[in-house]
């Protein structure tokens, strides 16, 4: 099972970027997707997460009104879209999949991603 995350780039602040996940090598449909980052020096922290149903996303409160995330259940992927975005926002951001426990904590996924980073600049 593979988790691959791409999108990521060096932005200016104020702009959009939109981060993609696609799963490849599953027998079987997916629960929960996520999206977590990890910012320099920072401990990998949640950002938002998409049920299978895909009628709620629910996203950090630090992201929230700017970043949302999109869910095709059919394809197992995921997708983040990132508006205005600022400086603290640098990270490397990871796809999860498979939810075995509380949906914030990392430590509930069993799949990641290698990650994508992203760089917003002042």
């Known amino acids: 099972v593979q988790l691959q995350a791409s999108g990521g780039g060096v932005v200016q602040a104020g702009v959009s970027l939109r981060l993609s996940c696609t799963v490849s090598g599953l027998t079987y449909d997916l629960n929960t997707m996520a999206w977590f980052r990890r910012a320099p020096g920072r401990e990998r922290e949640f950002v938002a997460v998409?049920?299978?149903?895909?009628?709620?996303?629910y996203v950090a409160d630090s992201v929230k009104g700017r970043f949302t995330a999109f869910r095709d259940t059919a394809k197992n992927t995921m997708s983040l879209q990132m508006n205005n975005l600022k400086p603290p926002d640098t990270a490397v951001y990871y796809c999860?999949?498979?939810?075995?426990?509380?949906?914030?904590?990392?430590?509930?996924?069993?799949?990641w991603g290698q990650g994508t980073l992203v760089t917003v600049s002042s």
């Open positions: 998409s049920p299978r149903s895909n009628v709620t996303t």
């Open positions: 999860a999949a498979d939810l075995r426990g509380d949906w914030r904590l990392p430590s509930s996924y069993y799949y």
